[in-house]
């Protein structure tokens, strides 16, 4: 099992469309990361957060310690959405990374 | 601001040479900077780790003579993959952090990537 885990792996929506990824972890993390990998392979660091809630546009991150989960909302999804989130706990100096979903936006 | 650079961005070589792939904090000092390979539908997996100045520490499964790692300023860090193999195409992806204030920030920022191709 891995210790970073995201749902769902692929996900299709139409534009317009409010989208919810989830990432759940089973370590102790100092922050987390919410990653965006465009098909190029750049990857843009979305949010970082340590509790509460982040709002940066029409994305929303938001992280509950207790429960050791958070989640990216995308709000009136667009086709220029389509990419592959990746959520990323910082443990003891590093990254561990979920395995990414997939994300097709259909205009 | 916080912007990293990779060089090349693509390289095809042949089997057994080396490939010395660069990156660089083009506007911040990057006390910590993270090597990262990434395989086709796949999640980014840690290579090594390097702070500037010292050796870097490498992941367990990683052949520290075959993956060259040196970050020799607080600007740029290499990766040379040494002899390289086919088995070695991948995308090589680096990352920086820096320190804010006292502590270092828990911050990385990425580069675009290098994608090598071993033929």
């Known amino acids: 099992k891995n210790e970073v885990e995201q749902s769902p792996q692929n996900l299709t929506a139409q534009e317009g469309e409010f989208i919810t990824i989830n990432c759940s972890y089973s370590?102790?993390?100092?922050?987390l990361h919410w990653l965006q990998q465009h098909p190029g392979g750049g990857i843009v660091s979305l949010f970082m957060?340590?509790?509460g809630k982040k709002k940066h546009g029409r994305l929303i991150a938001t992280i509950n310690i207790q429960e050791k989960h958070s989640s990216l909302h995308i709000t009136a999804s667009h086709p220029r959405d389509s990419a592959v989130y990746i959520c990323?706990?910082?443990?003891?100096?590093?990254?561990?990374f979920g395995t990414g979903t997939r994300l097709q936006v259909f205009p | 601001g916080a912007v990293v650079s990779q060089h090349p961005s693509w390289v095809i070589c042949k089997s057994g040479t080396s490939v010395k792939i660069e990156c660089r904090s083009l506007?911040?000092?990057?006390?910590?900077m993270f090597w990262y390979r990434q395989f086709p539908k796949q999640s980014l997996m840690l290579m090594a780790t390097?702070?500037?100045?010292?050796?870097?520490?490498?992941e367990q499964g990683v052949e520290k003579d075959k993956f060259l790692i040196n970050h020799a300023s607080l600007t740029l860090s290499t990766l040379t993959v040494t002899s390289a193999h086919p088995e070695d195409s991948s995308f090589y992806i680096c990352?920086?952090?820096?320190?804010?204030?006292?502590?270092?920030?828990?911050?990385?920022?990425f580069g675009p990537g290098t994608r090598l191709t071993v033929t």
């Open positions: 990352s920086a952090s820096r320190f804010k204030g006292l502590a270092r920030s828990y911050e990385q920022y």
């Open positions: 370590v102790g993390i100092s922050a």
């Open positions: 957060l340590s509790s």
């Open positions: 990323a706990g910082y443990n003891t100096d590093k990254l561990i």
């Open positions: 506007d911040f000092q990057a006390t910590t």
């Open positions: 390097s702070n500037e100045g010292s050796k870097a520490t490498y």
